[in-house]
């Protein structure tokens, strides 16, 4: 598939396209028009159908879109179905909740190893995943090549750890250590969880 360049924007409507259109197809609903879609994401018909052209298209005008067919191509275009290995570095309360979360197998990401420093919880279990000293991890990588890391480390210890990723051949970083790092190496993606309850906070405030 020949992709044009992507708005930073766009791309960051694709995972909310691709939720609604699993849940869509759990629903047993296979078929859907621009028109539709745009109720449920509460973003207009011309410009959905503006973000999918980016991507060739999709639809076929008077027929809609094809749900299976939707979800599976923006599926692809997310790279969902590479099956990315992953590491967690930072096994506490955050990175056993993130590790755990439901769907993140289900999204095409596979943990094949858990990295912290505690004596407290190296050799406990995250799944089937057993922890493992961060003192491995650099021959674990090595070995396994993974492709992803997720950073749950204190604050402090962000940038010596992300940099050490960095070094060893990690080819992207979700950081969740509420302190921002960039990268000419990796792929990095800052999340700040406390942002949405501040929007909230904001919305409460002032609407």
Do not use: C
């Not at 360049?5 to 396209?17: G, I, Q």
């Not at 799944?127 to 493992?132: A, G, P």
């Not at 969740?176 to 790092?181: H, K």
Request: aromatic content about 10%; overall charge positive; hydrophobic content about 40%.
């Amino acid at each position: 598939m020949n992709v044009k360049k992507v708005p930073e924007v766009v791309v960051k409507r694709l995972p909310r396209y691709y939720r609604y259109l699993d849940d869509l197809l759990k629903n047993k609903v296979y078929r859907i028009s621009s028109a539709e879609l745009s109720k449920k994401m509460n973003v207009t018909a011309s410009q959905i159908r503006q973000d999918f052209n980016y991507f060739g298209g999709f639809g076929q005008q008077g027929f809609g879109y094809s749900v299976q067919m939707l979800h599976s191509e923006i599926g692809e275009i997310l790279g969902l179905n590479k099956g990315l290995k992953t590491i967690l570095v930072g096994a506490g309360n955050l990175g056993k909740a993130i590790a755990n979360h439901a769907k993140f197998e289900k999204r095409g990401f596979h943990m094949i190893g858990a990295f912290d420093v505690s004596p407290e919880i190296v050799g406990k279990k995250i799944k089937d995943i057993t922890i493992m000293d961060y003192s491995q991890m650099e021959a674990f990588v090595k070995e396994h090549n993974p492709d992803i890391a997720i950073l749950t480390v204190s604050q402090k210890n962000v940038k010596d750890v992300a940099k050490h990723l960095e070094d060893i051949g990690i080819k992207a970083l979700w950081n969740f250590s509420y302190t921002e790092f960039e990268s000419d190496k990796m792929i990095v993606e800052n999340v700040h969880l406390s942002d949405s309850i501040m929007m909230l906070s904001y919305k409460l405030h002032n609407e």
